[in-house]
């Protein structure tokens, strides 16, 4: 209906070449682009040049310390990310990915409870992560008496990238064409055989993909963990799951709040770290998608 | 699915229904759903931590002391409870983040839904995806270290202090650029080629296109894309800690440095308020109110969301 009010532009269609405000128009866009693009660009010039002084193995051998910034390290933190990656892994993806085949699979979309879990999910992807800190605190940390460990903080991520991996997973679920399942059900399957044999296989590539992104917002997080405790200086690696802990996000910031120029210095160093764990993950995801993406 | 069944079995004497009940698919289905509820359970927790403590916390503030005064000093002695300079700093960077946001993720959005060959979107796709990845502390560490110290070199009239609105806005809206340029992408994408088609057989420019037909078409769409955005924006820590300071002034200078009601909850959450004082309780309360407006906001971008699924697919 808006194009019926602008006769003018049937004008614009009869003269030669595209006119000047739509070129302007382009530009403007592409320009809007590569600003963040020369933004992202700009950030990963600047920490690498201002954590490269301190890009050794001392980074990663040595324990953090806020009174030696030429020699503090960051292992403390690289374990504690191990640690709360692993066990987020093992808890929050098949839970996530078990929720995602019911939603598309069984779930009956006119139920209400079943709309009441849907629009849940996508609420909850968007709770701001530091509440998920105070659930942490509140919760685990404190009712269940599990207190500031590595539990705690995995249970806490977990249920913070939950909601990313149920969405993603049902989305690659659902790029599965109908087709299969009846074949499937048509020769006999049952409707989990078919689904344990022929849709989860045909969705892994996908599956994979929102996984590894979910994780990598797990990595990355710091807010949560501020909640449990990680803040404190942490001299150790974990022992096991009930050891209290540190992550390299939470390292970072802990240099960051140091007032001595040469904590700058060693921020910049560990977040180098930092983001060189998190672009080979995202690269690995966006290689699996481009690979394995199937048009049926 | 039962149609078929039906059809291939006329007038035969043996029906085709399950013969025995399946229960091992009954005991999967059961683990499955169990597994959706998690996240039921997941906001009941939220509800429940959030709750108690809060409620403890109004016993001994009055309401009135919280929403009526504008002094807020929760660990200071005396301390003050009057809540409104971390809603204003909340909101003031909000702002600001969505005014860097919502041009620059819309136009991405445009150029990547209705202008960008396939190619291109191979490319361009992936650096937003990047954009997005990035932790929030290394925003706040190039907020505190690269853009501070810039815009301080360049606009000396400002009068930047150290920590500020400004630069943690800034980088704040950078960070929900991906949000917006993604959500508001599928929104455009969903839109039907006919409606596109329909405007060009009409004469109408590329331009005119975008502007006038599909961006009015995939409304619903953006506004819940910038919704969550907002959202966003309003609960992040991190870049808003480390950038934006943690003093509670009732101050409206984005020049000045100013605590949000995430950047309160993470300064007095990291600290040693044991368990039970009153600081301890203002962490649930502001908590409270914080998830409340996002959980407000997300409902409403759900809604509309599912509102344009409902008209276009």
Not at chain 2, 274 to 285: D, L, M, R
């Amino acid at each position: 209906m808006a194009v019926l009010s602008t006769p003018k532009s049937a004008v614009e269609l009869a003269s030669k070449g595209r006119p000047l405000k739509e070129h302007l128009f382009r530009v403007a866009l592409l320009s809007s682009l590569a600003i963040a693009l020369i933004f992202l660009g700009m950030l990963l010039i600047y920490v690498l040049e201002e954590g490269w002084p301190r890009l050794s193995p001392t980074l990663w051998e040595n324990m953090p310390s806020i009174r030696r910034p030429e020699t503090a390290g960051i292992q403390s933190g690289i374990f504690g990310t191990l640690w709360i990656i692993g066990l987020t892994a093992l808890m929050a993806l098949p839970t996530g990915i078990l929720a995602a085949v019911y939603l598309e699979e069984y779930a009956d979309r006119t139920r209400w409870y079943n709309k009441v879990i849907e629009l849940n999910i996508s609420n909850l992807a968007a709770v701001p992560s530091i509440v998920y800190g105070i659930l942490g605190l509140g919760i685990i940390a404190r009712w269940l008496q599990f207190g500031f460990t590595v539990m705690t903080g995995a249970i806490t991520v977990s249920l913070l990238v939950l909601p990313i991996v149920i969405i993603s997973a049902r989305e690659a679920i659902r790029a599965v064409p109908p087709s299969i399942r009846e074949g499937s059900l048509a020769l006999g399957a049952t409707q989990w055989q078919t689904i344990w044999r022929q849709v989860l296989p045909a969705s892994i590539p996908g599956i994979a993909t929102g996984s590894i992104l979910a994780l990598s917002r797990a990595i990355g997080e710091a807010a949560p963990f501020l909640m449990l405790g990680a803040a404190t200086l942490v001299r150790f690696n974990p022992e096991g799951v009930w050891s209290s802990f540190t992550v390299l996000p939470l390292q970072i910031y802990n240099f960051i709040s140091q007032s001595r120029e040469e904590f700058h210095v060693l921020a910049a160093a560990a977040i180098v770290i930092l983001l060189a764990i998190l672009l080979l993950m995202n690269s690995v995801a966006i290689w699996l998608r481009n690979r394995y993406q199937k048009r049926w | 699915m039962s149609a078929p069944v039906r059809a291939a079995a006329p007038g035969s004497p043996k029906s085709l229904a399950r013969s025995r009940p399946r229960y091992g698919e009954q005991l999967i289905k059961a683990i499955l759903l169990i597994s959706a509820l998690v996240s039921i359970a997941t906001t009941v927790g939220i509800i429940v931590a959030l709750v108690e403590p809060t409620i403890e916390f109004f016993s001994e503030v009055s309401f009135g002391e919280f929403f009526g005064s504008t002094t807020w000093g929760p660990l200071f002695s005396p301390p003050a409870f009057g809540v409104w300079p971390i809603i204003v700093a909340t909101l003031e960077i909000t702002l600001i983040a969505i005014l860097v946001a919502v041009p620059l993720g819309l136009a991405a959005a445009i150029f990547l839904s209705e202008y960008a060959t396939p190619r291109v979107r191979k490319i361009f796709k992936p650096v937003l995806e990047v954009l997005a990845g990035v932790p929030t502390v290394v925003f706040g560490f190039f907020a505190l270290t690269f853009v501070t110290p810039v815009l301080k070199d360049w606009f000396p009239f400002l009068g930047l202090e150290a920590k500020n609105a400004l630069s943690a806005g800034l980088l704040v809206g950078v960070m929900i650029i991906p949000i917006v340029a993604s959500l508001s992408e599928d929104a455009m994408a969903a839109v039907p080629n006919g409606l596109r088609e329909g405007s060009y057989a009409l004469g109408a420019s590329k331009m005119l296109t975008s502007v006038r037909v599909v961006v009015p078409a995939a409304f619903s769409g953006i506004v819940a894309a910038v919704i969550l955005a907002i959202s966003r924006a309003a609960g992040e820590t991190m870049i808003v800690a480390i950038a934006g300071g943690f003093k509670s002034v009732f101050t409206l200078n984005p020049a000045d440095e100013m605590a949000t009601m995430a950047a309160f909850i993470a300064q007095a959450g990291s600290g040693d308020a044991s368990v039970g004082s009153i600081p301890y309780k203002t962490i649930f309360a502001v908590g409270s109110l914080l998830f409340i407006m996002t959980f407000f906001m997300n409902y409403v971008s759900a809604r509309l969301v599912q509102k344009y699924r409902e008209v276009y697919e």
